[in-house]
């Protein structure tokens, strides 16, 4: 089955970078989108960055200009290079992916799938 695995969060303090990273395994031919949320405690989740397979990516406002979303569509890998980080950036990070798949009858679809979350703390 597909898993995603993810990895770069930690503490850091405001003003640092970091850096995550998610990798796709199982059998998978391609990825049709791949990003990051996040969740607050007590809050939603929300969408953080996106990337499609030709390049597109999506912010939102909150992070444009200080973080940036890349993949390597041949490792099955997305990152976010989070820099600029403050105090309101804390939160779990979950890594996303959309995955083609086809109905029995021939209806193109696809599979969500999520990461377990890495924790990103940002000290004031």
């Known amino acids: 089955q597909v898993q995603l695995v993810e990895s770069g969060g930690g503490l850091v303090q405001a003003g640092g970078s970091l850096r995550l990273s998610c990798a796709a395994s199982g059998t998978i031919f391609s990825i049709n989108v791949m990003g990051w949320y996040r969740q607050a405690p007590g809050k939603q989740r929300d969408l953080v960055a996106a990337i499609t397979s030709s390049g597109t990516t999506d912010y939102a406002d909150s992070v444009k200009g200080r973080f940036t979303i890349s993949r390597d569509n041949a490792k099955n890998t997305v990152y976010l290079q989070m820099n600029s980080l403050k105090p309101e950036d804390t939160a779990v990070y979950f890594c996303?992916?959309?995955?083609?798949?086809?109905?029995?009858?021939?209806?193109?679809?696809?599979?969500?799938?999520w990461g377990q979350g890495t924790q990103v703390t940002v000290a004031s």
């Open positions: 996303h992916a959309l995955i083609p798949a086809t109905t029995p009858w021939g209806r193109k679809t696809g599979s969500d799938y």
